[in-house]
């Protein structure tokens, strides 16, 4: 069974410090990887979407990594700024199978 | 554009009544799902319909029923409500089942007392 996790569970950095966000999953047989974020009392918003056979994914000051056979993705977010704060959570797609997994999530905290 | 949308946002229920959760998407998507989120438990699928006419479990069936009305339509039915539903509840869609991202509603907070 598809475990993912996400350590450490809350974050707090000042403004225009980069965030580094780790994702770890058990079985490396997956189809694609996907970050969301996730603001207080609201709905999960996709940030980025990697395929199995990408290295990395970018969206302005959004970067993910995904190695596969270690079972660790990494979303990095540039210069964060206050706005930034917010629970970011990655799911996995397993290889076989369409149900994702989400891990815990991550609540980052960016202080002016 | 409204994307995904789930009414009512909040309901208050008493322990044996029934509900229904209603979402509705307007991405022309195929695949649909329920998920609930819970406090040291994540997000996790109740049930998903992956084309018009389908519907399956996912890991937390019990209590739940689901009706695809069609395309766009994907109702959670709770027949007799119980204090361990009380939750956030999120339905998502996707284009197809098994590719592509998922795009969530904004959630609908049932406490049952």
């Known amino acids: 069974k598809q475990e993912v996790t996400q350590i450490p569970a809350a974050l707090s950095v000042p403004e225009g410090e980069n965030l580094v966000l780790n994702c770890s999953f058990t079985?490396?047989?997956?189809?694609?990887l996907q970050w969301f974020r996730q603001d207080p009392g609201k709905g999960l918003t996709s940030l980025l979407l990697i395929q199995s056979s990408q290295r990395e994914q970018t969206s302005g000051r959004l970067n993910a990594s995904l190695d596969k056979s270690s079972g660790r993705s990494t979303l990095y977010i540039a210069a964060s700024q206050p706005g930034d704060s917010a629970t970011y959570l990655c799911a996995v797609r397993p290889a076989a199978g369409n149900k994702l997994t989400f891990g815990g999530g991550t609540r980052v905290l960016v202080k002016p | 554009n409204a994307g995904v949308t789930q009414t009512p946002k909040f309901q208050v229920l008493k322990t044996g009544q029934s509900m229904t959760l209603q979402c509705a998407q307007d991405?022309?998507?195929?695949?649909m799902y329920w998920y609930r989120q819970d406090p040291g438990m994540g997000l996790r699928l109740i049930y998903y319909?992956?084309?018009?006419?389908?519907?399956d479990k996912g890991e937390v069936p019990n209590g739940y029923n689901v009706s695809r009305l069609n395309k766009r339509e994907f109702s959670l039915r709770l027949e007799s409500a119980a204090p361990s539903q009380t939750s956030v509840y999120f339905c998502?869609?996707?284009?197809?089942?098994?590719?592509?991202?998922?795009?969530f509603g904004e959630g609908s907070r049932l406490t049952v007392l």
């Open positions: 079985d490396s047989a997956i189809y694609n």
């Open positions: 319909s992956a084309s018009e006419g389908t519907t």
């Open positions: 998502a869609s996707r284009r197809l089942a098994n590719t592509g991202e998922l795009f």
């Open positions: 991405m022309n998507h195929n695949s």
